[in-house]
């Protein structure tokens, strides 16, 4: 009897010593799990290759959604990336928009490899 009530206040010594070593709960998350139109911390500058299921039309509304113009030459590439040419600030940009609903303007272009703010992904 007295070695199991030795055995349950070393425990709890432990226990209460283990917990004491835990660092604080951060005020939020570093990444947000869900991304809304004003999310800051989008990594994205690249189209992410994947099945995409955005038809020609629906793949126009969104480039135009996030401020493009006069987008033309939509074709989807062999990763399922759509691609194309629009305007952007007075700029005639090559623009590619993935399956996640990312919208990048393509290498080259004046402020490539930025993801574009505005409407959010899927």
């Given amino acids: 009897m007295r070695s199991?009530?030795?055995i349950g206040v070393v425990s709890a010594f432990v226990a209460g010593a283990a917990m004491a070593?835990?660092?604080?709960?951060?005020?939020?998350?570093?990444?947000?799990?869900i991304n809304t139109p004003d999310?800051?911390?989008?990594?994205?500058?690249?189209?992410?290759q994947g099945r995409n299921s955005?038809?020609?039309?629906?793949a126009k509304s969104r480039i135009e959604k996030k401020g493009f113009t006069n987008v033309s030459r939509l074709t989807k590439d062999d990763?399922?990336?759509?691609?194309?040419?629009?305007?952007?600030?007075?700029?005639q940009v090559d623009v590619s928009l993935d399956f996640e609903g990312n919208v990048v303007i393509a290498a080259g272009g004046e402020t490539a490899g930025v993801p574009v703010k505005g409407a959010p992904g899927r």
Avoid at 39 to 48: D, E, G, K, L, Y
């Fill in 39 to 48: 999310s800051t911390n989008r990594q994205v500058t690249n189209p992410v």
């Fill in 21 to 33: 070593q835990s660092p604080p709960a951060q005020t939020g998350p570093g990444n947000s799990a």
């Fill in 79 to 91: 990763n399922g990336v759509w691609r194309g040419r629009a305007m952007k600030d007075g700029h």
């Fill in 54 to 58: 955005f038809t020609e039309g629906e």
């Fill in 4 to 6: 199991l009530l030795l």
